[in-house]
DNA sequence: GGTGGTGATGTCAGTTTCTGACATGGCGCG
DNA sequence: CGCGCCATGTCAGAAACTGACATCACCACC
């Protein structure tokens, strides 16, 4: 594999998201992004299909390792609902690694209609891959889907938790809100 | 209030929807749009901010029909989860109207990551509508929330569904699924 | 019936987004 | 050392969008 400088997705990543949470989305130009990356324009569509894409790192595995999590935890003996919810609490895991993206990702993203939609379509996703291994591993359709609509829920609630207290363990605030939503 | 060929917009939306479901998404420029319409491709963008929101009619007023119309189901005894379906009877006679455009969009929106998101967007919009107006009349935030979703799911089934078999009134298709989800 | 205002549209130039084609340069492998 | 791979650079161009100004139908008012 040619390098020159690695890296180099991870950067305009990061570029993208910082300069729209400081200038706002459109008024950042994909120019100005490659250019806080080192990179030039042309490079910056060899990583993402467009702008939008950008802002939401590649999820394809994640989605693979969400079906088989949710699947092994299911095949060990748990419901299709606590099921979800430890592949759930390893997707958070992932996110609490840089625990600074969601919070910029929470000033633009709502901001911006064509970024919250594809953020919608993410989450819808992730609840597909959760429910798709469920199935796979002898659950029923609709709870599968459930299943996977409430671990959704419940990532979303925990976030906005977090977020009023960016202090605490991302992961903490998840399994408090699992095991309150056990509870019901 | 001057006028050339009343209901412009109303063509550009036809002519984005059908063209779109003919040659896809991309392959339509918005100066075909346009040309198909009768008009410019400047006075495309002064009806519509994009060429997604071309495939999304205005729907301010249809939420705070939404709003008001769970609202006062609600006042007249029915609970949340009821009030919010007499809502979504609504929104199915609106769509009714015009059959053919929710199969056309049935093809072109889920395979354009871009109109997918926004969609989303749109019926989260819809389920907070309801959502507020069943808390404005007294209701729980989060009973009013979940009434929203149940309403939201039961729609895109009774979608489903209807569109297996579009001879069908979808109004009563929209009907069969509302009195099964209370069945529960 | 003229006359002026209003609002939707047309025209045009320019920026930004995105794409295809080709060139370049570092890095591994024989 | 030479060869090829692959990420990147360069360049041209189509398509998506925007601002500024002109135009033209319709409507109100006199």
Redesign the interface.
């Known amino acids: 594999m040619g390098r020159w400088e690695p890296g180099a997705r991870g950067r305009l990543e990061r570029a993208a998201l910082t300069l729209s949470a400081e200038q706002g989305y459109e008024a950042t130009t994909v120019a100005q992004i490659a250019a806080a990356a080192g990179v030039t324009e042309r490079t910056f569509y060899r990583h993402f299909p467009d702008k ?1 894409d950008a802002f939401f790192p590649d999820n394809t595995d994640l989605l693979a390792t969400l079906a088989t999590t949710a699947r092994e935890a299911q095949d060990d003996g748990s419901p299709p609902r606590d099921a979800a919810m430890t592949a759930l609490r390893l997707f958070a895991g992932y996110v609490a690694e840089e625990p600074e993206r969601p919070l910029l990702s929470a000033r633009v993203i709502p901001a911006v ?2 970024l ?6 993410r989450q ?1 996703q992730m609840v597909g891959a959760m429910a798709e291994g469920l199935v796979a591993g002898g659950a029923d359709a609709v709870a599968a889907r459930l299943a996977g609509e409430a671990a959704l829920s419940a990532w979303r609630t925990a976030l906005t938790i977090w977020r009023a207290d960016p202090d605490r363990v991302l992961t903490d605030v998840v399994d408090e809100v699992a095991s309150a939503a056990s509870a019901l």
Do not use: K, S
């Open positions: 939008v209609p064509a919250a939609g594809r953020d919608l379509l819808q």
